[in-house]
């Protein structure tokens, strides 16, 4: 799995603080005497697939470098409710004006990998089917969501625009045309880049595989339509399904034989986890 980027984390961590300590914290600091400590740990109210131990750190961290945070459990770890996740100790006040920040980030990021991981579960036992994620991500917190996505055991698309080459129906409208688009790209991308078109049917695939496509995306595609694709594909592409994915059609997609399923449920609506701080 890959890492999170910590020169990443640390921007989005710097905007979400501006928005809220932009002019102090007026409760606390009326309310709580500077040199008071405090002991504060964080607990799943339900069960969920646990992420952003790293994240909830540093949020303490540039709030005041003297707090110290301990771990109990790992990113990715499956907790009960009632399970303590990750402790902070240290001056009242500082745990205080960090503490919505820090659960926003990690309430968010076990939401998603306890979705990922749910999508994930449901491939059938020998099935060869990834779920990935999509680039509808919460702007500005990508890198987090993608990072949960992975820890819940599910890929990643491709991660921006400059990543990989994948015409959607209005870059082929625009083109005239699936081979048109196709080849256009292939002659204007790097040579190490793959083409992948999306289809919305039979024909459009056909038009796809006899140009050369290296992916095609199956859009909104019935399972039985599918299951057909998959069959004239025949090993010359890798075949991915997509559009309006739930979590009841995972299997049937699976069986029917795709590569994979990309899903934007994982990051445009998905619940946040419930989490809460709990002093001592």
């Keep these: ?12 961590i710097q905007i979400a603080l501006e928005e809220d300590l932009a002019s102090g914290d007026l409760t606390t600091e009326a ?6 400590r405090a002991v504060a740990h964080a607990v799943a109210r339900k069960a969920m697939v646990a992420c952003g131990g790293p994240v909830f750190a540093r949020v303490f961290g ?5 707090l110290t945070v301990e771990p109990h459990v790992a990113d990715g770890a499956s907790v009960a409710a009632g399970a303590r996740l990750w402790s902070v100790r240290g001056r009242a006040r500082s745990i205080l004006m960090g503490e919505r920040v820090a659960l926003n980030f990690v309430q968010r990021m076990s939401g998603v990998a306890t979705a990922a991981r ?8 020998g099935c ?14 990508r890198v987090l969501e993608r990072y949960a996505v992975r820890v819940g055991g599910a890929f990643n698309h491709r ?26 790209a292939r002659a204007a ?5 793959k083409i992948e078109c999306e289809v919305d049917s039979l024909a459009q695939l056909d038009e796809a595989l006899s140009a050369g496509v290296d992916i095609v995306l199956l859009d909104n595609m019935a399972t039985s339509t599918v299951a057909e694709a998959v069959k004239r594909v025949a090993g010359r592409a890798v075949v991915e399904a997509s559009g309006g994915i739930t979590l009841a059609r995972v299997a049937e997609l699976a069986r029917a034989g795709v ?8 990051t445009h609506s998905v619940q946040a986890a419930d989490i809460g701080l709990d002093f001592e």
Excluded: F, W
Excluded at 31 to 36: M, V
């Design 1 to 12: 799995m890959k890492e999170l980027p910590v020169v990443l984390v640390d921007r989005a």
């Design 31 to 36: 309310c709580i005497e500077p040199e008071a």
């Design 62 to 66: 540039r709030v005041d470098p003297a």
């Design 118 to 125: 749910t999508y994930a579960d449901a491939v059938p036992a």
């Design 128 to 141: 060869k089917t990834r779920i990935t994620d999509t680039r509808k991500t919460t702007p500005g917190l």
């Design 159 to 184: 991660d921006d625009l400059g990543a990989a080459v994948l015409l959607k129906d209005n870059h082929v409208a625009a083109c005239g045309g699936v081979r048109a688009a196709i080849e256009r």
């Design 189 to 193: 991308a790097p040579h190490t880049a």
């Design 259 to 266: 590569d994979a399923i990309s899903v934007g449920a994982l």
